[in-house]
């Protein structure tokens, strides 16, 4: 009844419409070819998906136990003379000095009557001394001393370091000692005979050490390379010919930090470590695919464990990226290994905050055991770029207490 | 002619929504069936094994495949909807549904060839869930797409015995790929995507043979067909997110043996009426063993189908107008599927088409709608579905190879 009453009220409107489209001329040809073009296109295509409640995927999980991981650590010669920092101090992990080279003394300088020299400053730019345990700020002095003597090869920042150089070789002369403070520009006065000791040619001049002072405390302090824009300068000012004070400025072309490691760090069984100042890098072969046999299973997690060595460890109060790189067979074979970072695999902050350091390499332990690379294990390192006094230790796979042993743990995934 | 504006009215109209064949239950068996019959029989409520068809080919038959009025090439395609009401849900799809090409050899005996589908799969699955490894928690979702199916390539010939008796042989090359991806993304400190791609490649042959009996004005006919595979077989191929896998898996696979009988009766001089019935013999644990995704294994029984309908046929004189020129018919059909999981599919729906020919009768448009109810073992999570399908076919023919008697 409704329908029919509603049918008679809205007729006379349908049939009004029908009557207009009965008189519109349709073209059947182009009528059908607009019918097949909105068939073919007019739909979008939209699939159902059904939202299962059975897994489509299995989980399972497999330990790695330390028998089944191989280590070592490589010791290389440290590269840091492009840091942005040069260290000076003395601590219970290493002691640090640093060398210094400046452009020569140019015309007029190297001939110029010394009574016409004004002043000789060197200018050094700090950072804030490295924290180490000790939470009071400790009294650092330095001293600044000019490097000379007969028939010793030149050092240079790129090749020099802890394994090829010795201050024993030098003639020192020591020009002043001052005391080091935080974040500050320091002028040093090193007094007119150190320019004349630095014309002086009957002996050979190798730049000069800034080194911790006898009656220092123990810490670090930091000062600002020639890499930076507070590179070390010294400024000399003499009077000019005509009665005016000229100054000029010497730039230093090459510095860099001398890190000598004080703990014994290779002991049996050899622990762990990883340190650019000492350039320390840890080899670690874990041989997943002597347990996921299946190389289409999927790693979803996959956590390494390496327990803090804490008696080695100092790492001067920062965090520290360590990097995983890829090793091939030469560099696990030959111990030999150049990092770079522009070829790692994954990287991880740590702190030794943290009593154990748990890198997640899910994508690289999938790698070994898909079959993809063949399984000449990983190197853990740290940047020389970084903070490099700093030593990272663990316990290695044979040390005597097995809860400080690496281990890993996977999560594998299996679909279907 | 003002009835014809009314009915491309509809028709635009009715194109507006287009659809294909999808369906939840197309994740399990074979896939979907498609539509492989003539877009004709396709509208008469899938009832056409017993017709006769001299200007456009019935692939239902290979008996028919003889007294060709022409020599000619036809297109297929549909495009359908499912809507299930209870999920909100509207999908689309438009597929191509096969040729085929049909030639006259004297007046006893036909070659037909053609590329059509069998069945269809395409739909995803997903699930979602979380756990916790080693103290971090891991939140993982997984989503699968199933697409694929199985095509045939037939070949066949029917020749006609006596007024009264045809025979037809068709051989099929039955070919196809299922394709699964899985794709699985980890969210947690290390976000990580994984991929699988499994594919599973199905061939073999097959072999129909048919039977027209006709009375001796061939208007009454009775025909049946059998349809029995053979040397079918599937091999999977594995693509992990690290490159292919090497394993390759072979097995033999018993297709289905499917037998049809049918009748097409005529009403009155321009109605016939058309009957089908079909019944397709499965191996018991046939899905049991081939299977495109795991989760998506069951029983199988065997199908049965029935169709009924009527065609109204235009009448002979000289100057019909556009409507009288067309062939009208309309049907209903009931079938059910060999995939069985706790209970079985059954569908039903209702059909109606139309045909156009032109250009001497040599040349044909066949339009058929078919609107379908499907439940099954889903049912209780999806409720029914409906799909909406919508067939086309252009037959275009030329009087070659065809003898005139001279008088």
Not at chain 1, 10 to 27: A, E, G, N, Q, T
Not at chain 1, 326 to 339: C, K, M, N, T, V
Not at chain 2, 16 to 35: H, K, M, R, T
Not at chain 2, 379 to 406: A, M, V
Request: proline share 4%; net charge negative; aromatic share 12%.
């Amino acid at each position: 009844m409704k329908s029919s009453i509603l049918w008679n009220i809205y007729k006379p409107y349908f049939d009004r419409v029908w009557s207009k489209l009965r008189y519109v001329k349709i073209d059947y040809r182009r009528t059908a070819a607009i019918f097949f073009c909105l068939l073919l296109f007019g739909c979008s295509e939209k699939i159902p998906t059904l939202p299962l409640n059975k897994n489509l995927c299995s989980f399972d999980s497999v330990s790695v136990s330390a028998n089944f991981i191989m280590d070592t650590t490589i010791f290389a010669e440290p590269n840091i003379g492009f840091n942005s920092y040069l260290v000076v101090g003395t601590d219970d992990n290493l002691t640090a000095y640093s060398l210094l080279l400046f452009n020569t003394l140019g015309a007029p300088l190297d001939t110029l009557p010394l009574d016409k020299i004004l002043s000789c400053e060197l200018v050094l730019v700090t950072g804030n001394y490295l924290l180490n345990d000790t939470a009071i700020h400790p009294s650092l002095e330095m001293t600044i001393a000019s490097m000379e003597g007969e028939g010793v090869a030149d050092w240079s920042e790129d090749s020099t370091n802890s394994t090829n150089f010795s201050l024993e070789n030098y003639s020192l002369t020591e020009w002043k000692t001052f005391t080091y403070s935080d974040a500050d520009t320091l002028v040093l006065d090193l007094t007119i005979p150190f320019i004349a000791k630095w014309r002086d040619t009957t002996q050979s001049h190798y730049g000069i050490v800034i080194k911790p002072a006898d009656r220092s405390d123990a810490g670090l302090g930091i000062i600002y390379s020639g890499e930076t824009n507070y590179y070390p300068r010294i400024i000399i000012s003499y009077k000019g010919n005509d009665g005016d004070t000229i100054t000029t400025t010497l730039a230093g072309i090459e510095d860099v930090t001398i890190t000598e490691f004080k703990k014994n760090l290779e002991t049996l069984p050899q622990p762990l470590l990883i340190s650019s100042g000492k350039a320390a890098y840890t080899f670690l072969k874990l041989r997943v695919e002597e347990l996921i046999t299946d190389k289409n299973l999927f790693i979803a997690g996959a956590n390494l464990y390496l327990y803090v060595n804490s008696e080695l460890t100092e790492d001067y109060g920062s965090s520290h990226t360590i990097y995983i790189t890829l090793l091939d067979s030469a560099e696990w074979e030959g111990g030999s290994f150049s990092p770079s970072v522009s070829s790692y695999i994954t990287s991880r902050t740590f702190s030794a905050n943290d009593s154990v350091l748990t890198l997640k390499i899910p994508g690289t332990v999938q790698l070994f055991t898909s079959g993809n690379i063949s399984n000449f294990g990983v190197a853990l390192w740290i940047s020389p770029s970084g903070l490099y006094p700093a030593m990272l230790g663990f316990y290695p796979s044979e040390d005597s207490n097995p809860a400080r042993r690496p281990r890993m743990e996977i999560l594998t995934m299996q679909e279907e | 002619m003002k009835t014809s504006r009314r009915a491309i009215l509809f028709l635009l109209v009715l194109s507006l929504n287009g659809w294909a064949q999808i369906s939840y239950y197309a994740n399990y068996g074979f896939g979907v069936e498609s539509p492989a019959n003539s877009v004709r029989i396709l509208g008469m409520g899938r009832a056409g094994v017993a017709v006769r068809d001299s200007m456009s080919l019935n692939q239902s038959n290979p008996a028919l495949w003889q007294g060709f009025g022409s020599t000619s090439l036809q297109g297929q395609m549909y495009a359908s909807t499912l809507s299930i009401p209870e999920l909100d849900f509207k999908g689309k799809m438009v597929n191509f549904s096969g040729f085929a090409f049909k030639l006259p050899v004297g007046r006893r005996v036909g070659l037909a060839i053609g590329l059509a589908p069998l069945t269809r799969m395409k739909s995803s699955v997903s699930f979602a869930d979380s756990l916790i490894f080693q103290g971090d928690k891991f939140e993982y979702n997984s989503t699968v797409e199933l697409s694929g199916g199985i095509s045939e390539l037939y070949l066949g010939t029917g020749y006609r015995v006596s007024p009264n008796l045809a025979v037809g042989l068709k051989a099929q090359l039955l070919f196809g790929n299922y394709v699964v991806r899985n794709h699985t993304e980890i969210d947690s400190d290390n976000d990580l995507e994984s991929y699988y791609k499994r594919t599973i490649a199905v061939d073999g042959n097959r072999i129909t043979i048919g039977l027209l009996l006709s009375d001796h004005s061939q208007r009454y006919n009775l025909a049946a067909t059998i349809e029995k595979g053979n040397k079918f077989k599937s091999s999977t191929f594995i693509e992990n997110n690290y490159g292919p896998d090497t394993t390759i898996k072979s097995d033999p696979i018993n297709f289905p043996t499917i037998i049809k009988v049918g009748i097409n009766l005529p009403v009155t001089k321009n109605l016939a009426l058309n009957a089908d019935m079909q019944y397709g013999i499965y191996e018991a644990d046939l899905f049991q063993k081939f299977y495109i995704f795991q989760q998506f294994k069951s029983d199988s029984r065997n199908s049965f189908a029935v169709g009924v309908g009527l065609e109204k046929s235009p009448g002979q004189a000289f100057k019909n107008t556009f409507l009288q020129k067309l062939y009208y018919r309309g049907g209903a059909y009931y079938q059910t599927e060999p995939v069985y999981l706790n209970s079985g599919i059954r569908e039903y729906g209702i059909t109606a088409g139309i045909s156009l020919p032109f250009f001497y009768n040599l040349n044909r448009m066949d339009f058929a709608l078919t609107y379908g109810l499907k439940n099954g073992f889903l049912s209780d999570e999806i409720g029914n579905e409906k799909i909406l399908n919508i067939h086309f076919c252009i037959t275009t023919g030329e009087p070659w190879f065809r003898k005139y008697k001279k008088h």
